[in-house]
Structures are given as C-alpha cells and as structure tokens.
C-alpha cells in the first residue's frame, strides 16, 4: 500500500494506522464537548461538502466530499481524483474504496471539527475541517 495512492480508506485505514515517527502528524482529541452525530445529522452533515484532513503518514493533505447517493471524492495531490463509496448505518460511516479494507467510523463534531472514530476501538481514524 502506498501512502500517496489511498483514497478514502487512506483516510480512515491510514490515519487509523500509518507510521508513529516523530514526524507523523498526530490528530487532536476528541474533545468531551464533541456530539456524536445521528444517522439524518450524518447525512445533514456531510452531503454537498468537502472536508479537509492531513494523513499521518508523512503529512499529506487530502480531502474528501460528499456526495448524495453514497458517493464519496478523495483528492490527494499529485493524485487523480478517486471515486468510492460510503454507506450509512444505525451512526456508522463506513467508506470503501477499491483495493483498501472497508473502514468504518461514528462521526463526532465540535467547533466546526469533525471527528471519524472507530466505533470499537474509540481510535481516530480522521480529523477533518471545512477549510485547509
């Protein structure tokens, strides 16, 4: 898997597991005031918007949008644009893209923040903003 070749599961399966070096961005906590989305918030939320985030991984910025009818755009430069597919159940996020193993995430949000966490193990798989 390279770092530069992700697509959303990058930003789920990458941020969720890349390198630990000194380098490596780390994302912040989630903070206790941050509301865990509900599936009609979810959808609210992230339709029609593009989010923005870093890989942990050698610090790549990325971004990912939404579209209705679970289609979801990752960009990471010098990459095309990649198209995969999100799906939406009972509060879990779950991203999958060709080559790379469904990740999946409850969706928390404070101060314009968003948070993709991982529904068994509480890790962050993704921080992202509305803004670079």
């Not at 000194?22 to 009609?40: F, N, Q, R």
């Not at 289609?71 to 999958?96: R, S, Y």
Request: proline share 8%.
């Amino acid at each position: 898997m390279t770092s530069l070749k992700f697509g959303a599961s990058i930003l789920l399966v990458c941020l969720a597991g890349c390198a630990t070096s000194s380098s490596s961005y780390e994302p912040p906590p989630v903070p206790a005031s941050a509301v865990t989305l509900d599936d009609g918030q979810i959808h609210s939320t992230l339709e029609g918007r593009k989010f923005y985030g870093t890989t942990r991984e050698g610090s790549h910025p990325y971004s990912l949008s939404f579209a209705p009818g679970g289609v979801e755009i990752f960009e990471m430069a010098p990459n095309k644009p990649e198209k995969e597919k999100w799906t939406l159940k009972d509060g879990v996020v779950c991203i999958e893209a060709k080559g790379y193993p469904t990740e999946c995430s409850l969706v928390k949000v404070a101060n314009n923040e968003y948070w993709f966490v991982d529904p068994k193990s509480g890790r962050i798989n993704a921080h992202l903003k509305l803004t670079p």
